[in-house]
């Protein structure tokens, strides 16, 4: 989970009804640019979806030594790494990670190829989605499925 709490000071002759809205429109923005980063970051294996967290009521902030009127904005979010991309090894062997992993709808695809839809017994149901390294995982029937790589796409080097 990661938090970012920000502080916004305001000036003393704007009121307070004019600084809560200003205050809440920020919030409403940079919830909305968190979400944008995530989904054009590629290293993140599933967009932000969800942000927790509260805009205070206005309130004494500490600034250089004294005090002066402004808001705290506290946003909550989880951010999804991985720990390192599964790679294919020259003869096309996959790591055992990648035969081993489950991803959930909306993560990234680590490698492209095809997934196997599971149940949420761990039993494989036969279906199969085609997903690009990079893209989402798309959304499953049933909310508790997920994926497992059974076929990777494999690259042939071009001769030179």
Do not use: C
């Amino acid at each position: 989970m990661f938090t970012l709490k920000l502080s916004i000071v305001i000036d003393s002759q704007t009121s307070s009804e004019d600084a809560t809205l200003h205050a809440l429109e920020f919030q409403e923005l940079l919830d909305a640019e968190i979400i944008r980063w995530s989904q054009d970051n590629e290293k993140l294996l599933k967009p932000i979806s969800e942000i927790k967290g509260a805009l205070s009521q206005l309130l004494e902030i500490p600034f250089h030594g004294g005090y002066v009127p402004g808001f705290e904005i506290m946003r909550q979010f989880s951010l999804i790494y991985t720990a390192g991309t599964a790679q294919l090894s020259q003869s096309g062997d996959q790591t055992l990670e990648a035969q081993s992993s489950l991803y959930i709808p909306g993560e990234r695809t680590p490698i492209s190829g095809q997934y196997e839809v599971i149940n949420s017994n761990g039993k494989g149901t036969g279906l199969e989605v085609t997903s690009t390294a990079g893209n989402p995982f798309p959304p499953t029937s049933e909310s508790d499925q997920s994926y497992r790589l059974v076929d990777p796409t494999l690259h042939k080097k071009s001769k030179k």
